[in-house]
């Protein structure tokens, strides 16, 4: 049993409970015992409590499933953090799509009809403003008590703090900044722009650098977590602030894989099965989401993932795992017609990424996206274990990657064909066919490596990890007509969408409640 788990049902699940995401991010959490008295009364708790922060990645509340930290008009199952990151990032996207047609999310599977009142807008925006104030008050409350690993905690805090940070910039573009300092006051927080979000995580980041250790407890934040989120955010640095950081991203990338002792596992579909993190996938993963089916189930971690793209109807569940199939989730051709132009293609694929999709049944067309038999599920991620036998589960027991190797592979090289110095073309093409080789796809030569072909790549091998919107807005294929893919702005063979859709448009209940706050253009 990893430990982590073990602290999501101690002390941070029972102490904590929030008063409000958006009314009033000054304000302290509601305590059932003041966390100075608990932590001068027992220093160790402070475990439980930082692992408060990092389950609200990926759990819904305190007491299962069915609770929430966030208000009562935030659906449970809905709203987890980890869900949204998935809604918005993939589906409205290239690569994934959903056919519930519930109103909010079908908009978002169609890119079209976005609006302030998108309740899947809302749900993001309010985890990012649950994580802060939380980490806000355990970092003013550690500036006044002693307990072990004080500065590790509280590292990983403003790491957490960060992180959560990182969405806003990427998915609203704006937002407020509030720190411990805030604390306590009545005044509504300025806004602040795009490159100040950027320049104050960066800072933070930065700063814990030097004092977060290489190596820490699995589902912990680490050096190479904190390097991979600068580099993400160097990465992204023309589109968030309008000024390159390549030289930046490649720097911290290649910190990644000569410092982190970090190696790709030996096979593909092991990061993404029950026991990910007993595997040699472990070893690949930088940082996780932890899941388990017992102590911290939720309908919002990868339990959203695996049983979304499972179905009774086409699918045998327990093959993967799972009893319960949800019906919701079909990959579409812009993903998997990558490896082919048929299922055929996709069985005879040497690419053991290209196997990852149910065919039988299915259309590789998807001519109705609400049709679950149009579109190829995804069963990338399961509840299986990747060695020995388990039985089917409810709930997922897989942890989510949101950070590893592979990833950093690829940056590396698209940061040396964007120009950055220090790295170099070979060493950019045997990360590429490390990435390649390991699913037993073909290595490719010098001349094929461009950044069409890196986009392509990401897409092969990270489709449904949370990236592909950001991919695809920094490569500018996400808005405009010049690349399509089926419902794209709510038409079959998709249409043009407008630019403001690079960013989502701020909820109506975070203009409402602080007055200092604007929309995003075009909304």
Same mark, same amino acid.
């Given at each position: ?152 905690? /509280? $590292?990983?805090? =403003?790491? !957490?703090? @960060?992180?959560? #940070? ?6 609203? &573009? ?48 680490? /050096? $190479?977590?904190? =390097?991979? !989120?600068? @580099?993400?955010? #160097? ?6 602030? &309008? ?267 975070a203009l409402q409640s602080n007055p200092n706050l604007t929309q995003n253009p075009g909304y």
């Amino acid at each position: 049993m990893k430990n982590l788990k073990l602290c999501l049902v101690g002390l941070g699940l029972i102490l904590l409970s929030f008063n409000s995401c958006s009314d009033d991010l000054n304000t302290k959490p509601k305590v059932e015992l003041d966390l100075e008295q608990l932590l001068q009364r027992d220093p160790n708790a402070i475990k439980g409590l930082v692992s408060k922060i990092y389950g609200a990645f990926a759990l819904s509340g305190p007491k299962g499933p069915g609770s929430t930290d966030l208000g009562a008009g935030d659906d449970p199952g809905e709203s987890p953090f980890l869900r949204g990151i998935i809604n918005l990032q993939e589906f409205t996207a290239d690569g994934m799509k959903n056919r519930w047609g519930d109103n909010g999310l079908d908009q978002l599977t169609t890119t079209s009809k976005w609006d302030e009142n998108n309740k899947f807008f809302k749900y993001l925006y309010n985890r990012v403003y649950f994580v802060v104030p939380q980490s806000n008050n355990l970092l003013n409350v550690l500036n006044s008590v002693t307990v072990p690993d004080q500065e590790l905690y /509280k $590292s990983e805090l =403003r790491y !957490l703090r @960060a992180l959560a #940070y990182y969405y806003m910039i990427d998915c609203f &573009g704006k937002g407020v900044i509030a720190t411990e300092k805030d604390l306590g006051s009545g005044v509504p927080i300025k806004e602040s722009s795009r490159t100040e979000m950027f320049e104050y995580v960066e800072k933070e980041l930065l700063a814990i650098e030097p004092i977060i250790p290489i190596k820490n407890e699995y589902g912990r934040a680490n /050096k $190479s977590a904190v =390097r991979m !989120l600068l @580099a993400k955010l #160097y990465l992204n640095a023309q589109v968030y602030t &309008g000024t390159p950081k390549y030289n930046e991203a490649l720097t911290y990338s290649n910190k990644i894989i000569t410092e982190g002792g970090f190696t790709l596992a030996p096979k593909f579909v092991s990061l993404f099965s029950g026991d990910n993190d007993k595997t040699a996938a472990k070893n690949e993963i930088i940082y996780a989401l932890i899941a388990d089916p017992i102590v911290s189930q939720s309908y919002g971690n990868t339990t959203y993932i695996v049983n979304g793209n499972l179905s009774s109807v086409t699918m045998p569940l327990t093959t993967f795992g799972a009893t319960d199939g949800w019906q919701g989730h079909r990959a579409t051709k812009a993903w998997y017609g990558l490896f082919g132009s048929s299922a055929t293609d996709l069985t005879n694929s040497s690419d053991d990424r290209a196997k990852l999709f149910w065919t039988t049944g299915h259309n590789f067309e998807m001519t109705d996206y609400k049709l679950w038999e149009d579109g190829y599920p995804s069963v990338k991620f399961r509840n299986t274990n990747f060695q020995g036998t388990n039985s089917p589960i409810s709930f997922s027991n897989t942890d989510f990657p949101l950070f590893r190797l592979a990833d950093v592979y690829l940056m590396y090289a698209e940061c040396v064909l964007r120009g950055a110095t220090g790295g170099s073309n070979a060493q950019a093409l045997d990360y590429v066919n490390k990435v390649r080789n390991r699913s037993n796809a073909a290595s490719i030569t010098a001349a094929n490596l461009n950044l069409n072909f890196i986009l392509d790549e990401r897409a092969r091998e990270l489709n449904l990890e949370g990236h592909r919107r950001t991919d695809l807005i920094r490569f500018g294929k996400f808005t405009g007509g010049s690349y399509l893919w089926p419902w794209k702005g709510g038409s079959k063979d998709g249409i043009s969408i407008p630019d403001s859709y690079k960013l989502f448009p701020i909820p109506l209940t975070a203009l409402q409640s602080n007055p200092n706050l604007t929309q995003n253009p075009g909304y």
